[in-house]
């Protein structure tokens, strides 16, 4: 495969830095890079391949000749520069909420299905972090053993919401710890030595935003709309690393030895569980690494058909950027990248 000119908008918030660090380590395909961010970013400097680029304004005409567009920079941009990129003749793939829900953009994991990558119009959607780790480790249950039911609860780490909330997280826990008091700003409580019931807006149902994301994007994803799901979605004072509490009812019993031998052998998880020796994924190990780890797999004892599990995720690599550009391997790999050529 030729080189590929690569466009990165959002290069300098924590998406797009892991962007860059991702498609370095991967060896992506790629003989240019553009840099492109907010007028209050351009200007910048960033090293990609040892080599120092400076970051750019985004501009309609930012992506003449780009093939592969990555977007992390919010909804409102994605909204207005995706389809001027998608007209350009790029693929764009989008980290932001605006385009997940659209009928005709596909939402992709491409551990759970990667055929929809092929639908693509020009944009294709990267889907919520905390539903890529949560749809990663449960469809491959789901396709020995149909899900009927999941109730989640989850603990999303600050990096989350962006450098501003991991400053603030760093900043509020030095001043607890000196006895002064915090005023926050990112959040509406204080974060540090704390936990917030409420990630994003509270909708009409009394669920937040990123709950209700995380129920029909499972059902987009895994091509499931009759799966019952329920969430909570909960801030908590870590850094980096999502973690879910899963409480999945099947179709048929699962025996939980049974589910640790399916989910050892798919791809992108990894099993943790032994708790004679406290053996179980945590947030803090799972920082910087690429796989779904999944561990306290045991029998939910109010439900027959039920298993209970516990699974973390670095929310920056996985439940973003990593996702993101294995979607845009899998359109080399599989020759999607021209939508006239993809619907063939």
Same mark, same amino acid.
Request: charged letters at 20%.
């Given at each position: ?12 918030? *924590? ?78 793939? $989008? ?11 596909? *939402? ?36 020995? @053993? ?81 799966? &019952? ?34 989910? &050892? ?8 569980? $032994? ?45 973003? &950027?990593? @996702? ?21």
């Amino acid at each position: 495969m030729k080189g590929l000119k690569v466009a990165v908008v959002g290069a300098t918030g *924590l998406v797009g830095q892991e962007f860059i660090k991702i498609l370095e380590q991967r060896d992506f395909p790629m003989n240019s890079i553009e840099l492109l961010a907010s007028d209050r970013s351009a200007g910048k400097k960033l090293f990609v391949n040892h080599r120092e680029l400076v970051v750019k304004e985004t501009a309609p005409a930012s992506f003449k000749d780009v093939d592969i567009a990555l977007f992390s920079a919010g909804a409102e941009i994605s909204r207005y520069f995706s389809p001027l990129a998608a007209q350009a003749g790029a693929v764009v793939v $989008d980290n932001s909420s605006a385009f997940r829900m659209e009928t005709k953009v596909p *939402l992709v994991v491409p551990e759970v299905n990667p055929e929809d990558i092929k639908l693509h119009k020009g944009i294709i959607a990267n889907p919520n972090c905390s539903t890529i780790q949560l749809v990663v480790a449960l469809n491959p249950l789901h396709k020995v @053993n149909p899900i009927k039911r999941i109730v989640a609860v989850t603990y999303q780490a600050v990096s989350g919401t962006g450098s501003a909330a991991v400053e603030e997280l760093t900043e509020q826990s030095k001043q607890v710890l000196e006895g002064q008091n915090t005023v926050p700003h990112v959040y509406p409580h204080q974060i540090a030595f704390n936990v917030l019931p409420e990630i994003d807006v509270f909708l009409d149902n009394d669920y937040t935003k990123e709950e209700w994301k995380m129920v029909e994007e499972t059902r987009k994803i895994m091509h499931a709309p009759d799966i &019952a799901i329920s969430a909570v979605c909960v801030r908590v004072p870590v850094f980096i690393g999502h973690s879910e509490a899963l409480h999945i009812e099947f179709s048929q019993p699962m025996a939980p030895d049974d589910a640790k031998r399916i989910l &050892a052998q798919a791809p992108g998880v990894k099993v943790l569980d $032994d708790p004679g020796i406290s053996l179980y994924p945590q947030p803090w190990s799972a920082a910087g690494t690429d796989d779904v780890f999944v561990g306290r797999i045991h029998r939910d004892v109010s439900h027959p058909n039920g298993l209970v599990m516990w699974v973390v995720a670095d929310n920056l690599r996985k439940g973003a &950027a990593l @996702n993101t550009v294995q979607i845009a391997e899998e359109l080399i790999k599989r020759d999607w990248l021209h939508p006239g050529e993809a619907g063939k």
